[in-house]
């Protein structure tokens, strides 16, 4: 006596691969990928695109990379880490890296950048410069972000204090 | 139990048209603040080779935008400050750059916009970019903009920059 499953057609090859065993299963599967992917992407890992020459030879211009978000959830930002911070949102960001830390005095000085007055050793800079800039004082919140291009007009590259809540996360790689 | 399913994906539909439908009708002051900050952005874009009546039309149109006693404030490092108040001087602004640039291309992303309590005003803030002929890249800046109840339409007040980095 023939069983019911033996009753019903086998689903074809390319249907099993694309929809497997169980479609409701693979439904399931889909969906947990879809929200897990949009979660990460939006909470975790944000993908950016460099553009602009300011953080050269770092990162050249339209390479892909990420965003950690996370990166700061335990500990705040450290001096040397390259950082996005966002602007009225994270649709476009700044890329710069962290030299001052919050309560330090920041200066220029013959194209060094001096923290609490000693000059800070910076191995990725690869162009020196002549910029010179008053010292400042930064805020319990606040960061000092620069660029890595220093063969940059001091006036024409963007760079500042940024406050804490405006520091997205870690760039990846 | 697939009929339950399907009244329910039928319901789902039918409550997210009516939703959709009642927003279209009858937007509240958000959709209405942000309609308005896109008509702002093609206003102040100029598209090449603009005839000069299209250009005065886009010019008025971009003051209309704008309450008889607005300010604007705009700071762009490397260039100089801009500080317009009023309508007419909005206008005068718009037209100077029409005759400055042969092509410009304004656009606003991450609008946020806060109500105030009385919901007669608002604040928004925003990213614009402008695509500059010559430019390789656009000029990015973090606006304010304010934004006033005008006899039931929603007129812009205020402009200025935000410092993203100081």
């Not at chain 1, 399931?28 to 990928?33: C, G, P």
């Not at chain 1, 890329?95 to 200066?107: M, N």
């Not at chain 2, 009244?7 to 439908?21: D, E, P, Q």
Request: with cysteine.
């Amino acid at each position: 006596m023939p069983t019911e499953v033996q009753d019903q057609p086998k689903p074809g090859l390319v249907r099993r691969a694309l929809i497997g065993r169980s479609p409701r299963l693979t439904l399931l599967r889909v969906v947990i990928w879809i929200v897990a992917i949009f979660a990460l992407r939006t909470y975790a890992l944000l993908p950016i695109r460099v553009e602009g020459v300011s953080m050269l030879p770092t990162y050249k211009e339209n390479r892909i990379n990420f965003v950690n978000c996370l990166a700061y959830a335990f500990h705040p930002p450290q001096r040397g880490d390259v950082v996005a911070i966002r602007y009225a949102g994270r649709s476009i960001m700044l890329c710069k890296r962290i030299v001052g830390l919050p309560d330090e005095v920041v200066a220029f000085h013959n194209g060094h950048i001096e923290i609490n007055g000693k000059v800070l050793d910076e191995p990725y800079v690869k162009t020196r410069c002549n910029w010179e800039h008053p010292p400042k004082r930064l805020g319990t919140n606040e960061y000092y972000v620069v660029g890595d291009n220093r063969s940059m007009e001091f006036e024409a590259h963007t760079q500042g204090i940024a406050d804490r809540d405006r520091i997205v996360g870690r760039i990846l790689l | 139990m697939k009929d339950g399913f399907v009244r329910l994906a039928l319901l789902l539909a039918l409550a997210s048209g009516v939703f959709w439908c009642w927003h279209y009708l009858f937007p509240g002051p958000e959709l209405l603040i942000r309609k308005q900050l896109a008509q702002l952005a093609l206003a102040a874009s100029i598209s090449p080779n603009e005839a000069p009546l299209a250009r005065l039309a886009k010019a008025q149109r971009l003051a209309e935008l704008f309450a008889r006693d607005a300010q604007v404030n705009v700071e762009v490092p490397g260039r100089a400050d801009q500080t317009f108040s009023g309508r007419e001087e909005v206008q005068q602004a718009a037209l100077g750059a029409r005759a400055l640039l042969s092509t410009l291309q304004v656009t606003f992303v991450d609008v946020n916009v806060t109500l105030a309590a009385n919901k007669h005003s608002a604040i928004t803030h925003l990213t614009a970019t402008a695509d500059m002929p010559g430019e390789r890249l656009p000029e990015v800046e973090e606006l304010e903009i304010g934004f006033t109840n005008v006899d039931n339409a929603w007129l812009i007040n205020k402009v200025q920059t935000v410092k993203t980095l100081r």
